[in-house]
């Protein structure tokens, strides 16, 4: 399931397009106007696939925020302004935006252009590699945005599934709080130590439902590494040391 953020201040038009969206399925995070004055660290956290990010905003518009985000997160950003002038649409497209859509509009085409931008970025058009990041048996799906452990699979958001590919390229050996930092968000710009601490919490949490609850070790003064190895995906240890022999 895909997660969108959704800045908008108008409170009709921000609770009208978040219910439309809801019904085809989509998760949607939406920026009330308490985090108006700081949606690139609402963003970090969150971390969506999809940004819907009106221009006329409290304080500072869309453009100055689409800048900060674009030092996060890859996620494609869909600009929705009334500000229909072409030059907009150019500043917008160059600020970081990957698509515009002027107000009025109809909600077939809102969702429309949302899908084609997914598609793009995480799926069918996104760009393939035949070899998936893999190690013991945990393999990262590019195109699909999810992480795989046997039968079993979760979605994963964009910067988590950039620390996994991290971790799993890294092949057991520790890899960096700075490097994570660089990997996940692409700049240690805009963020405090705990986001780093937040999403690998998270990111343990849905190894977990594969199966995998002790699979990202801390190391101390270090930053973080994978514990597993290839015995573990042929035949998924029990790690209590007293269990009996199947044998």
């Known amino acids: 399931m895909y997660v ?53 905003l409290p304080a500072y ?83 699909r945005s999810e992480l ?10 964009p910067t988590e599934l950039r620390l996994a590919v991290a971790l799993i390229e890294a092949r057991g050996k520790p890899v960096t709080r700075e490097t994570l930092q660089t990997v996940g968000w692409h700049s240690d710009a805009f963020l405090d130590d705990n986001t780093l601490t937040v999403t690998m919490a998270r990111l343990r949490r849905k190894l977990a439902a594969l199966g995998l609850a002790s699979a990202i070790e801390t190391v101390r003064g270090v930053g973080y590494r994978l514990a597993l190895d290839d015995s573990a995906f042929i035949s998924p240890r029990n790690h209590d040391e007293g269990a009996p022999d199947a044998s």
């Open 4 to 56: 969108l953020y959704l800045v908008e201040d108008d409170v009709a038009l921000r609770t009208l397009l978040s219910q439309a969206l809801q019904r085809y399925g989509f998760t949607v995070h939406v920026a009330d106007g308490s985090a108006f004055h700081d949606l690139a660290r609402d963003i970090a956290t969150l971390q969506p696939h999809l940004i819907l990010l009106d221009i006329n």
């Open 61 to 143: 518009d869309g453009f100055f925020w689409a800048r900060r985000i674009r030092t996060l997160t890859k996620a494609p950003i869909l600009f929705i302004s009334a500000r229909g002038e072409p030059l907009d649409l150019i500043r917008g497209l160059e600020q970081g935006g990957d698509d515009y859509l002027v107000k009025p509009f109809h909600l077939e085409v809102l969702i429309a252009k949302v899908q084609a931008l997914l598609r793009r970025a995480y799926g069918e058009l996104a760009g393939t590699d035949a070899t998936l990041p893999t190690y013991a048996g945990l393999c990262a799906d590019l195109t």
């Open 148 to 157: 795989r452990y046997g039968e079993q699979h979760v979605a994963v958001t």
